[in-house]
Nanobody, 122 residues
Framework: QVQLVESGGGLVQAGGSLRLSCAASGRTLSGSYMGWFRQAPGKEREFVASISWSGGSTYYADSVKGRFTISRDIAKNTEYLQMNSLKPEDTAVYYC???????????????WGQGTQVTVSS
């Protein structure tokens, strides 16, 4: 089993920045893709970004491209999401996930964290 624990969420003004972390423990994630998703109240969970095991390939939703950066530290078994130029529409619960495929489909990820709230005020 793999446990994923997110941290770093909070309240920030529009235009500000936050960095989310996702620490993995348990079974090795070697070869896994890791991703970030978000879910706002009343909306479906949506893809934000994903990264390959090596970190050499990254993918972003159009809505965050140029503002968010995904990265991972294999030695620390941790992935990060640096969020800059935040907008009120970025407000959501952010989840990290791990899976064997590079995909934007939440159902195809094997492991999920509990989520961390990000609130952007206008």
């Amino acid at each position: 089993q793999v446990q994923l624990v997110e941290s770093g969420g909070g309240l920030v003004q529009a235009g500000g920045s936050l960095r989310l972390s996702c620490a993995a423990s348990g079974r090795t994630l070697s070869g896994s893709y890791m991703g970030w998703f978000r879910q706002a109240p009343g909306k479906e969970r949506e893809f934000v970004a994903s990264i390959s095991w090596s970190g050499g390939s990254t993918y972003y939703a159009d809505s965050v491209k140029g503002r968010f950066t995904i990265s991972r530290d294999i030695a620390k078994n941790t992935e990060y999401l640096q969020m800059n130029s935040l907008k009120p529409e970025d407000t959501a619960v952010y989840y990290c996930a791990a899976g064997r495929l590079v995909t934007k489909t939440p159902a195809l990820y094997d492991y999920w964290g509990q989520g961390t709230q990000v609130t952007v005020s206008s």
